[in-house]
Each structure stands twice: as C-alpha cells, then as structure tokens.
C-alpha cells in the first residue's frame, strides 16, 4: 500500500515502454520474457527506493 500512486503511474509509463520495445524491436517470446522481468524488476527496484527515501527523511524530522 506504501508508494501505491508512484509505483503505479511508473508502471503505466513502463507498459509504454516495453510495448514500444516489442513493437520497435522484437516481439519474440524473449524478449516478452525480458520486457516483463525487466519490469517487475524496475517497479520492485522503484518501489525499494521510495520507501528508502521516507524512512530517511522521517529520521531526518526527529526533534529530540
């Protein structure tokens, strides 16, 4: 539920992209295979480095 919005609008603008690349490029079983790992991996990566970030600035806030 953390980042939902972000991870969300970034998987939108990867859905783009990964079907320009099948289009553009390939559309083999592949790279279908690729493009989709690749992108589990990106939004998982995404995901990882937003939640890093509000645990740091929450640390950053502490007042006493």
Do not use: D, P
């Not at 990867?14 to 553009?24: E, F, P, R, S």
């Not at 995404?46 to 950053?60: G, H, N, P, Q, V």
């Amino acid at each position: 539920v953390e980042n939902s919005l972000e991870v969300y609008c970034a998987g939108v603008l990867l859905a783009l992209t990964g079907h320009v690349l099948l289009v553009k490029v390939s559309s083999g079983l592949a790279m279908q295979i690729a493009v989709s790992a690749g992108g589990v991996a990106a939004l998982a990566a995404f995901a990882t480095l937003l939640t890093r970030i509000k645990i740091a600035s929450r640390s950053e806030l502490k007042l006493f």
